[in-house]
């Protein structure tokens, strides 16, 4: 008599769940048999895009696009969705929820040369207790350092050489999915040291127009600008995502 065997699978998945709207992310599980667009009510609630602007991309592991849940009737146990891998919600409205916007924030800001001055502060504790960059180095500690820094600065400059103006790039930065658009700044700036790289991204997924702290570096539309260090940044002949090209490689 031979035997028969039957193969299943969870009737469920465990994925992350980020999106263009909030600046977290969040472990979910979804049952296999949802619809597209019941996964887009949760979604709503999770992220606070609109079910109507929202689309939903499939990353794997490798944080590759796999697909994109484009049928609101067909289950999403139907798309090749694994556990372990990340469904980016992005809002084409461009809504940000007001708790995340914090150009709406009136901050208190104190000037350093005041700051400095008091002694109930962190950075005044590090100071007395000789922590962090107050630590006192040997000779060759300061040395070592030194270089370090000197050699940073060297592979930073020489990387800006090799990015332009107008070309198209690929920014990837740790803990972020990965994005495309076009160069619209590269050099030094107010906000921070260093060499920066403006960018206009092909969704709206940035922090802002081209303008920070009041200087404007660049001109782009609303949440489709972001500066990026040299070392994040891969000029090449980037066209924008394409589910069809994506779903080539599977």
């Not at 619809?35 to 992220?47: H, I, Q, R, Y």
């Not at 924030?105 to 001055?117: F, I, L, R």
């Not at 103006?165 to 700044?185: A, D, H, L, N």
């Not at 802002?208 to 990026?228: I, L, R, S, W």
Request: proline share 4%; with cysteine; charged share 30%.
């Amino acid at each position: 008599m031979s035997q028969q065997y039957s193969v299943s699978t969870a009737p469920v998945i465990n994925v992350t769940v980020t999106s263009s709207v909030t600046s977290f992310a969040s472990e979910k599980r979804f049952p296999k048999d949802l619809t597209v667009a019941a996964l887009k009510g949760k979604l709503e609630l999770v992220t606070g895009a609109a079910c109507t602007t929202m689309i939903i991309d499939v990353y794997n592991k490798e944080d590759v696009v796999v697909c994109r849940l484009d049928n609101n009737d067909a289950l999403i146990g139907s798309y090749p969705i694994d556990d372990g891998m990340r469904l980016h919600v992005t809002d084409k409205g461009g809504k940000q929820m007001e708790f995340e916007d914090v150009s709406k924030v009136q901050k208190y800001e104190m000037a350093d040369d005041e700051y400095a001055k008091r002694s109930d502060t962190v950075r005044a504790f590090k100071e007395n207790m000789k922590l962090g960059r107050f630590k006192e180095l040997s000779p060759e500690e300061q040395k070592q350092k030194d270089e370090e820094k000197a050699r940073l600065e060297h592979e930073e400059a020489e990387k800006v050489k090799s990015i332009t103006v107008g070309s198209r790039c690929e920014v990837r930065i740790t803990g972020q999915p990965t994005k495309r658009g076009t160069v619209r700044y590269v050099g030094l700036a107010d906000f921070k040291p260093g060499y920066w790289v403006g960018v206009q991204y092909d969704e709206p997924m940035g922090k802002h127009n081209g303008t920070v702290g009041g200087k404007q570096y660049f001109q782009c539309p609303d949440k489709y600008g972001a500066f990026a260090k040299p070392q994040q940044v891969t000029v090449g002949d980037f066209p924008e995502f394409s589910i069809d090209d994506d779903m080539d490689e599977l």
